[in-house]
């Protein structure tokens, strides 16, 4: 399993980014699949979770302002980020729930004015 990150950036608070993560050499669409960010000097931590089936889960740090989605046939899921704040500030990650130790490179967020 290979999966890569993208769409990071500076943004100032109050703005909008929307991530992506494709995943290779894995069965995408039966796969539940997370992001994760962490925070200089802080543990990983969940943030959503869109399942094969569609259901979402989200952390209540990010309810009302980000939105997990999944495109198949691109093999790729999306995190849509809105109302940015500077504690949303972290390296995001995607996992594959069936595959728990395997992670991307990250892609940085950071939120500042």
């Known amino acids: 399993v290979q999966l890569r990150e993208s769409g990071g950036g500076l943004v100032q608070p109050g703005g909008s980014l929307r991530l992506a993560c494709t995943a290779s050499?894995?069965?995408?669409?039966?796969?539940?699949m997370d992001w994760y960010r962490q925070a200089p000097g802080n543990q990983r931590e969940f943030v959503a979770r869109?399942?094969?089936?569609?259901?979402?889960t989200y952390a209540d740090s990010v309810k009302g302002r980000f939105t997990i989605s999944r495109d198949n046939a691109k093999n790729t899921v999306y995190l849509q980020m809105s109302s940015l704040q500077p504690e949303d500030t972290a390296v995001y990650y995607c996992?594959?729930?069936?595959?728990?130790?395997?992670w991307g490179q990250g892609t940085q967020v950071t939120v500042s004015s």
């Open positions: 050499e894995i069965h995408f669409a039966i796969n539940t």
């Open positions: 996992n594959a729930l069936a595959q728990p130790t395997v």
């Open positions: 869109i399942t094969s089936r569609g259901k979402i």
